[in-house]
């Protein structure tokens, strides 16, 4: 069983960052699948970000540069550093972990395969 719990949402205007963290326990190791997504009132959730376990980052087209994620093996946790803020990022954003023994390739910003996910956490982005 593995147990996410995100932190670092808040407040920005346009054009501003945050960093988000997710601490990861339990049962959890290298063959995790990691990643990022969102889901703003009224739309479906959708990918942001992804670690595969064969270390490939993945990103959704909307990100454009802008975001980065990482993260830190011996402490658990799962970042993404978000620059460049825009309104329409406003979102709950999720933290979402999934076992599997091969890379989940293009599935990896996909949320259906997903078996773990955090509380959220809630960005707000004003013009």
């Known amino acids: 069983q593995v147990q996410l719990m995100e932190a670092g949402g808040g407040s920005v205007q346009a054009g501003g960052s945050l960093r988000l963290s997710c601490l990861a326990s339990?049962?959890?190791?290298?063959?995790?699948?990691m990643a990022w997504f969102r889901q703003a009132p009224g739309k479906e959730r959708e990918g942001v970000a992804a670690?595969?376990?064969?270390?490939?980052?993945s990103y959704g087209d909307f990100v454009k540069g802008r975001f980065t994620i990482s993260k830190d093996n011996a402490e658990n946790t799962l970042y993404l550093q978000m620059n460049s803020l825009k309104p329409e990022d406003a979102a709950m954003y999720y933290c979402a972990a999934l076992s599997t023994i091969s890379p989940m390739g293009w599935l990896a910003l996909k949320p259906g395969p997903y078996n773990y996910w955090g509380k959220g956490t809630q960005v707000t982005v004003s013009s």
């Open positions: 670690i595969d376990i064969d270390g490939t980052l």
């Open positions: 339990g049962d959890i190791d290298a063959k995790y699948c």
